[in-house]
């Protein structure tokens, strides 16, 4: 459980993801909308406001002006405006052009907070000028645009939660055709998707799943050909191994006896792999000390190595695939390697390193595969000996892996479970 919480949060908060993507892409695209309609909004309103204050002043001004003519003398101020005798501002006298019909007007901006539209014409020769305050004006301008920017910001957080729990649809599909990829990477090759027609997502699925199908199709036929091959050679390799038996001794003979043991070894690993490949081999674990147990196994195989031990466990294995593992290291490291080739035992695990040009990249990141060594410089070879080793490594449950070490030569390492 605790892992699994540990999985939501993980996928939940990993801001790089698809997920978070989407919601920052749909958010952006919804503050440039929401900007631009704040533009216009605000220049409209802010137009309409200018409208609102030359109105009020043209009102005012008709007033001082009836006040004007009903008793010579403009009045102080008026119902919208404050009649104003001196102190008028030049821009305003540059709009009335000193005529006696044309009536101006300026938006006085020049104090902040405090904006105020002028207006103003000559009668009978005298100046007429008005003043309107319009803060009150600006203040609901103001407000209007303090609401606009708050349900902006209150609409993006609502689109970017919802965009983001729209997009985890999205995201969990696809995280579970990466699942499913992952399986089939690790050898999985029956696992499926079991995507439904509707959409790319379902279109990838539905590669990976043939894709799949395909590559379980190949491996089924190619494991039926091993078995096949074998099997087929098994009869007449025996006729063929007791009539070499039968020839007299000589040079063409012992040729002809080494030839024959190199193909009943060939096929005896064919056989071995197939049982490999059908699952049928089952391991008897036992509690064994791992260092006489690689000491025997690396003497059978008559090679001048001396394995050396160093804190050697107690191991639970089963002690004749452990030792076919060992062996077929060492044949590896000697046939495809270059001397010296050196066999430690430290703690549970066993090293087999040569000091030839190493293991191929292919094979370090992918393991062995049959009938192929992998690289030219590592010699001829079918490539069953590290099959072998590592499907018999899984029949025990040990830990085989290949690597490069730093100053040349190839490195098996393999690990058996421990005894506590």
Known sequence: MRNRIGAFFRVAFAWRSLRWRIAALAAASATVVAVVLGVVVHQQSYARSVLEGEY??????NSAEGTYRATGQPAGSTATGTVVST???????DAIHGSDHVVGTWF????????????????DGRLIAVRVELEETFDRLHDQDVFVVEATVGTLVVVFVAVALVSELITRRLRRVARTASRIAEGDLTARIGARPGDEIADLGSAVDSMAGALHRRLLTEQRFTADVAHELRTPLTGLVTSAELLPEGEATVLVRDRVTVLRSLVEDLL??????????????????????????????????????TGARLVRTDPRRAERIVANLVH??????????????TGPAVRVRDHGPGFPEALISEGP????????????????????????????GAELTFSNAADGGAVATVIFPAVE
Not at 87 to 93: E, Y
Not at 108 to 123: C, E, K, S
């Open 56 to 61: 009020l002043a043209g009102e005012a001004l």
């Open 87 to 93: 102190g008028v501002p030049r821009p305003l006298l």
């Open 108 to 123: 006085d901006t020049t104090q902040p907070g405090r904006p105020r539209m002028w207006a103003g014409h000559y009668l």
């Open 272 to 309: 071995e792999i197939s049982r490999l490949d059908a699952g049928v081999e089952r391991a008897e674990l036992t509690p064994v000390p791992l260092g006489e147990l690689v000491a025997e196994a690396v003497s059978r195989t008559g090679l001048p190595i001396v394995a050396e031990t």
């Open 332 to 345: 590896n490291a000697v046939r495809h390697g270059g001397p010296p080739v050196e066999v430690t035992v």
């Open 369 to 396: 595969q049959r009938f192929r060594t992998g690289a030219a410089e590592r010699g001829r070879g079918q490539g069953l000996g590290l099959t072998i080793a590592a499907g018999q490594a899984e029949v025990i």
